[in-house]
């Protein structure tokens, strides 16, 4: 019972929305500590930083992670007090894997298997919530509704990338066959092509690889003007959303689970 | 009788709206085959893989060709159960017309000429109608919106497409004039400058060819402007498309084909 | 008054909206011919084409600039009909000095000159006249709305144009001070720094000139940034002004000219 | 009480609203004075300019500064005279906090301390007025509705700039320990791969760092379609901020301040 109790705060404790004056404090800190150690893993990878204060930030990677884990196996033990995960085991599993904790996850798991690639940047999306948890109306209006935009027009969105998707390897492959025989080096596959599709159709044209061939040429442009007009679509798809959102009496379909605290992305799942 | 009766079922079996189940699943081992097919073309190209599985391709080679021929030439020989496409030579040919069967013709057709370009990537246009055979309703309601605004907005794309183009010959012409004493190679001729234009207008900016004379640099600098500003507009003219398309109520002005099931792309006419 | 009825039937004739079916077909001549002296022009410059066809291209571009100066002509003498440029010399230097007549002029002016560039690409711009011209309903309702639009949201858009202009006066004025010592070629003075804002704003981004000190680094992305948000303006404010436009009754404010023909561009005169 | 008159004077003719026939004038001539010094702030960084009208340029750039400070202390003179500036010492230095005013002190302070960067082209900012100050009625609105817009979707804007902040460390981050191996140079720490990132998210592409890893062109592909999305939703906000605006009563929400004459920004402050 004691220790039911007690979860059941660490539960509220860890949830901001229902924390209270604490909770609140608690999810703060930690955003905190996600800041600072992603500035510290930004600044560790400059050789004349790392020189001179690399015991530091080995001191401070150390204490971070071990926040990390603590806060992620603290959710972990208590969040059986929701009703959702109440079961130790399967409710425990399914709950690890929500996004929200793979993220968690992802982010302390590598400095124990000794891995030199330091995953914890990717906390830096959670630093989002600070929209929301920091209770300025304006600012959670905007991200809920930016939110449903962006979940309401998820079908369109899905279509655009599709048809993107498409549009790349037809002109790919495409521009293989052409250009292959002029650069056997920049075009050598479709696969590598791909490369020259993707700075091709996002308009960024780093310049690497480029067709000097007079009809890769005008496949080059062809696809170029393809894919500025591809990317006028989700623009126009979003900005009607957002107007048809505007002008609709708001239904509050964005909200936070009833258990867990955490944001329902969609369909009122995780 | 007994042929035509045969003829019939056919026609309804590679029509995934008519067929039923088995339909369906016909037409599901077809798009599995065609992505299948153009996963295929593209690791070919990469030699490490054709050098050790280059018989597998081949082998997978013949054996898809064969399939979509097959299904080419049972659709070519069951459409004449339609009605509009009656008659037994021209009722084929007019179908054969079709831009769908065009496409699938040049998927196959390379194989038996001997060609070395294998065009059966182009088949990756097909794969779009995964949304509307899957019947998931969110998906086929949103590829109708996004056809019937682009149906209902072409004459404004159309004309932003021809402004663009004369932009780019303006354009590339004036940049020739300026630009073709000071580098003859870059810019050794208007079709030459046309590339110019094409990456500058499209703001890809691959960084091959670029002014290097002060005029030649207002020129460039005015034409991205111009550039950005066009692009702006089928941006525009779309948004205020699927805005108008929400606010109406909803005509199924799109649909699928009565005879043979293909989806009407407009006016009525494949 | 023999002279003025010839006059007359000649404006009527170079008119398209009211020479009837002789002025339709005198228009697309013309239009014809525009198009091909461009392809002329554009093909001309190609070497080994000149070198074939020089003499051809020579004979063509005497026979055009003929035609082009008869009508040019023809324009300038039978326009004292019309209501508003009924004096013989001020109402003929007026219409002379409308963008068109200039244009027209432009076009034929440097043959005559024995200028080695022919502009007559400028006519180009002609062009656009043929969606009015072929009396399709769809297209000319499209380009009259283009037309309200940009006229509608003129202010808007020369708001959006200056204050790009600032920002590329601010933009690269900061990056000539914080670059100009580590690389006095690229960055020799403002106005040559303007190229790099140029390129930069608009995300063209060919790769010639670019920062690689770390503040002009930071400066040149929070330029692109901005720069890519005030692309966002045009595209937003057009938005709005298809969607007002489509909402409200159509009033016919785009029209032609009563007396010449030539279309209004904004507020009733050319 | 004849000073305190003559301030009240000063404070009038310093503020284009209330200063009548006098004040615009001399408004209009600070506005020119700014525009010649930023030409002469441009020109004079090109040598042979420099060399050659250096003593011009030299006394010019005395004469303006000396306008400019002037002009500075005339308004921090007499501001007290606005009800809201009214304490001699405070209120001059919350006066002097003002963006404007702060922006003028940065434009003239280099001079007097003997700094190599002049900064007076941060004054172009100001000519923002002359649409303001030429009572164009439509100019002025078009401006006004520019401004409202940009502040009700502020929040929007900013969860957009600080997503897009989020997604440059994701994908730098990701990005340096891709790459860093095969090019220590160009990717040599997380800092230095965020200029890579922001040269690839605003899609400009100069081509000097690009990734050459197939792993980290996947990555490079991504985060450019992520970008370009993202890009989308300033232009979609601003879409739907300015319909909203067209459709709404106008209320008049953006003003001049009461007191000083200076365009209000946002919540009734400078």
Not at 47 to 75: I, S
Request: glycine content about 8%.
């Amino acid at each position: 019972m004691a220790t039911s109790s007690t979860r059941g705060k660490a539960h509220r404790l860890l949830d901001p929305q229902r924390g209270g004056r604490v909770g609140r404090a608690i999810d703060l800190a930690i955003m905190t500590l996600i800041l600072l150690s992603i500035v510290a893993i930004v600044l560790r990878t400059v050789d004349p930083v790392a020189a001179r204060y690399g015991a530091v930030f080995t001191q401070f990677e150390r204490v971070t992670v071990a926040m990390f884990t603590l806060e992620y196996l603290g959710r972990l033990w208590s969040i059986t007090t929701a009703e959702k995960y109440r079961h130790p085991v399967t409710g425990r599993l399914k709950y690890a894997a929500t996004p929200y904790m793979l993220i968690d996850l992802l982010a302390i798991l590598p400095f124990y298997l000794g891995g030199v690639v330091d995953l914890r940047f990717i906390r830096v999306l959670r630093l989002l919530r600070i929209f929301r948890v920091m209770k300025v109306a304006r600012y959670s209006n905007a991200l809920r509704t930016i939110g449903t935009v962006l979940r309401k027009k998820r079908p369109d969105l899905v279509i655009t990338v599709v048809v993107t998707s498409m549009l790349l390897v037809l002109t790919s492959s495409a521009m293989y066959y052409v250009e292959h025989a002029a650069q056997p080096e920049a075009f050598s596959s479709i696969p590598a092509t791909f490369w020259w599709g993707f700075v091709t159709l996002t308009t960024v044209g780093y310049g690497d690889v480029f067709p000097i061939t007079p009809l890769g040429q005008v496949l080059a442009g062809f696809s170029a003007f393809l894919g500025v007009g591809l990317f006028a679509l989700p623009a126009s798809i979003l900005a009607s959303g957002f107007i048809e959102e505007a002008s609709e009496p708001n239904d509050e379909e964005w909200d936070y689970c009833p258990h867990c605290g955490e944001p329902l992305q969609n369909d009122r799942s995780h």
